[in-house]
């Protein structure tokens, strides 16, 4: 195994980690629900907030398991790259949305990022 196999591999756990953040950071705000995006807030009803929030873990869990597989199996030093740098925008995304919800505002990029997925969930429900 290469040394950028195990960069890709703890970045995507990271990634996976930080996730608890972003979505443990909902039982702290629970007017967080206004700001979900459609599935959210479905997922968040169904199960609860404990629940939704586990759900959403596991799935993000899942998803970087995959990709990091399929990554260190197949890619190439490039995609590996690539991957890194993709896991470490989804860590700012975690972090971001997380800690700056949880004080009650966020910043600027995350507050466009939730716009683009009201918005992305309007159009999907016409």
Known sequence: METI???????????????????????ARVSVYTEMNPLGRSLFSRFGVKGGC??????????????AFGIV???????????VILYCVLVYFNIS???FNMKGYAIPLTKSMLKFYAWLGNKMRK
């Open 54 to 67: 586990w759900l959403t873990f596991a799935f993000w869990t899942l998803v970087c398991a995959v990709v």
């Open 73 to 83: 199996t197949c890619g190439s030093f490039v995609e590996k790259i690539l991957a």
């Open 5 to 27: 196999d195990i960069v890709v591999i703890v970045a995507a756990a990271l990634a996976s980690l930080t996730k608890l953040i972003d979505v443990f950071s909902t039982i």
């Open 97 to 99: 949305t997380g800690l």
